[in-house]
């Protein structure tokens, strides 16, 4: 089970941390992922760290300005949102899973699903 928290109101160009609190399971071993829906589109994928955080992958759409973390003795993800835009608001989901390389950004892979946490940005 997946919770996320840090979602809100923020200025373009502004910065928000979004937080991921993973509470069962064995957390360590899981590829963590964020995804976005935003309106009008699919769900996007946005990031994702490897179960010891040497490996990380982002969407081209953040790419530079987004930054994904975690702390497995917190059982802990994050998502460090810099410099963010009009078109970064949605729906922020959290998600985990034993998600092999190569497939970080398809949403099949992850089992675990938070309930979303919301970020507008405002101009």
């Known amino acids: 089970h997946v919770v996320e928290s840090g979602g809100g109101l923020v200025q373009a160009g502004g910065s928000l941390r979004l937080s991921c609190a993973a509470s069962?399971?064995?957390?360590?071993?899981?590829?963590m992922g964020w995804f976005r829906q935003t309106p009008g589109k699919e769900r996007e994928f946005v990031a994702a760290?490897?179960?010891?955080?040497?490996?990380?992958d982002y969407g081209d759409g953040v790419k530079g300005r987004f930054i994904v973390s975690r702390d497995n003795a917190k059982n802990m993800a994050y998502l460090q949102m810099n410099s963010v835009k009009l078109e970064d608001t949605g729906v922020y989901y959290c998600?985990?899973?034993?998600?092999?390389?190569?497939?970080?950004?398809?949403?099949?892979?992850?089992?675990?699903w938070g309930q979303g946490t919301r970020v507008t940005v405002s101009s």
């Open positions: 760290i490897s179960y010891n955080g040497d490996d990380t």
């Open positions: 069962e399971g064995p957390f360590n071993n899981y590829r």
């Open positions: 998600a985990a899973g034993r998600v092999p390389i190569n497939y970080e950004a398809d949403d099949q892979w992850y089992n675990y």
